[in-house]
């Protein structure tokens, strides 16, 4: 066995700290992406590091040379770090882009029947019942719990994900993802992987708003949600949420036939108008091929100082809605949580700090963790999914 020199031992121990350095976006290893180049140690114990960005003005370039130095600064030894920067070339790009598909054919739909990932579209009947407050808390709460999970924010007309997270810049404009070649990194908020539609589009000129609006056909919407699903890189998720526009258009009809796996949480408030509605919703994800989940009843009663109820939008839609659409499942489907009126609830989704983290305690807050803790111990079902294993 060859001799390893004290210099060598030395390079190695550097390497073996920045195997704990992860990408922010992409979230592996550095060295695992072959991020690190040459690394010497001289005699007086300055290290320096090769550093290869995966493009030029990389968003997490900032961080990951901090968490280098840091990293590299901790092994007995070294007495100071220097980084000699530089950017992957084209075939270094396709030979990571490779190496995170693995074995999955280029534009194919990630979270197909035979992924291992728990797929929830979350729907509602009608617009206004806070559907995509629901699914950025309750993301938040999965990922609290220890979840790799993701958000795909199919409300193409009125996105809101990346607010609600805080993905936003000073402008108020959603932050952009990161392209690598043909491979799109989502922003990452709050521990959760995120993209919308409103991280590819600027406010129109002289509108005053953060952010423009699409005026998109069927087939336009279509193709928009095929690219979240096939050039987007997840990696491995233990959920992915879907947030659906409202109503039984276009995007759920998509989401049906490339995603026939996913399962469905209906959103309504308490009152019998939103129940009819919300249960056409149901009704056609069921059509694609989707199981009901269940469903989740939003403002409902306030509980005031005195300890009386307040039943600002009525009372029992949720129930109601659990009970149509129990109707040709094999099993019922359940009333998973009624959440209060909650003033917090809705604040923190316009300051971009999700309640479940901002107030645990807050009844609201504690009616979405209910929800998250029944996902979280589904666990990633393995039934009836091709494993790769084969007998010799």
């Known amino acids: 066995m060859p001799d390893v020199t004290g210099a060598q031992q030395l390079d190695l121990a550097v390497r073996q700290a920045l195997s704990r350095v992860i990408d922010p976006e992409i979230r592996k290893p550095i060295t695992d992406l072959d991020m690190v180049g040459l690394i010497s140690v001289d005699q007086a114990g300055r290290a320096l590091v090769g550093l290869k960005l995966t493009i030029v003005g990389c968003p997490a370039a900032d961080t990951i040379q901090r968490d280098v130095v840091a990293a590299a600064s901790g092994v007995p030894g070294v007495t100071a770090v220097d980084i000699d920067l530089s950017i992957m070339n084209s075939d270094e790009r396709t030979a990571l882009i490779d190496k995170l598909r693995g074995s999955a054919p280029r534009r194919s739909v990630q979270f197909g029947p035979d992924s291992l990932t728990r797929v929830y579209a979350v729907t509602s009947g009608k ?120 109503g039984t258009g276009d995007i759920a009809i998509s989401i049906g ?30 059509q694609t091929g989707q199981r009901i989940f269940g469903v989740i009843e939003n403002m ?20 109601e809605v659990a009970r149509r659409l129990s109707h040709g499942q094999d099993a019922p489907v359940p009333l998973l949580a009624s959440v209060p009126l909650s ?38 079902q393995l039934a009836g999914r091709r494993l790769g294993v084969f007998p010799r």
């Not at 996913?262 to 108008?273: D, F, H, N, R, S």
């Not at 409902?300 to 129930?319: H, N, R, T």
């Open 127 to 246: 617009g206004g019942v806070g559907k995509s407050t629901l699914t950025a808390n309750l993301a938040v709460a999965l990922a609290a719990r220890g979840l790799r999970v993701g958000i795909v924010d199919a409300d193409v007309y009125g996105f809101s994900i990346p607010a609600i997270l805080g993905l936003v810049d000073d402008d108020g404009l959603a932050v952009k993802p990161t392209r690598v070649g043909d491979m799109i990194l989502p922003p990452v908020g709050r521990d959760v992987k995120v993209i919308s539609i409103g991280m590819f589009i600027d406010a129109a000129p002289g509108s005053g708003s953060a952010g423009g609006a699409v005026a998109w056909r069927g087939p336009m919407l279509h193709r928009t949600i095929q690219q979240f699903l096939t050039d987007v890189f997840f990696g491995d998720l233990d959920v992915l949420l879907l947030d659906l526009p409202p």
């Open 257 to 286: 036939q490339l995603l026939p796996n996913a399962e469905v949480i209906v959103v309504t408030t308490p009152q019998p108008a939103a129940a009819d509605v919300a249960e056409r919703s149901g009704i056609v994800a069921r």
């Open 300 to 319: 409902g009663p306030l509980v005031q100082a005195d300890g009386s109820l307040l039943d600002l939008f009525g009372s029992g839609g949720g129930e």
């Open 343 to 380: 003033l917090e609830l809705r604040r923190g989704g316009d300051a971009g700090e999700p309640l479940v983290l901002a107030d645990p305690s807050d009844p609201a807050s504690v009616a979405i963790r209910s929800v998250a803790d029944v996902i979280a111990t589904r666990g990633r």
